[in-house]
Nanobody, 115 residues
Framework: QVQFVESGGGLVQPGGSLRVSCVVS????????MGWYRQAPGKQRELVAD???????NYADSVKGRFTISRDNAKNTVYLQMISLKPEDTAVYYC?????????WGQGTQVTVSS
């Protein structure tokens, strides 16, 4: 059974930092390009960052320079380090391969940026 379990979200003030993690089980993480997606209230889910199995990264323009995606294949874990957070970064964050496996979304982790 493939599972993606996200954690590490929380409430942070504008300008603050947060790192979210995703533990993958039921499949071998290093076979896939992995992505971090987010969904804000009333908006569609969007891809914000991805990382290939060789470590090449891509970022949405809205997070470039502020977010860093990384992976630890030995731990089957993907990370998203976020700095200089803005209120518009408020969303539920999910990890999933890219392209997404739509039948396997986890519960996500809520990130709220507010003073």
């Amino acid at each position: 059974q493939v599972q993606f379990v996200e954690s590490g979200g929380g409430l942070v003030q504008p300008g603050g930092s947060l790192r979210v993690s995703c533990v993958v089980s039921g499949t071998n993480l290093n076979l896939y390009t992995m992505g971090w997606y987010r969904q804000a209230p009333g908006k569609q889910r969007e891809l914000v960052a991805d990382i290939t199995n060789l470590g090449k990264t891509n970022y949405a323009d809205s997070v470039k320079g502020r977010f860093t995606i990384s992976r630890d294949n030995a731990k089957n874990t993907v990370y998203l380090q976020m700095i200089s957070l803005k209120p518009e970064d408020t969303a539920v964050y999910y990890c999933n391969p890219k392209p997404a496996w739509h039948d396997y979304w986890g519960q996500g982790t809520q990130v709220t940026v507010s003073s």
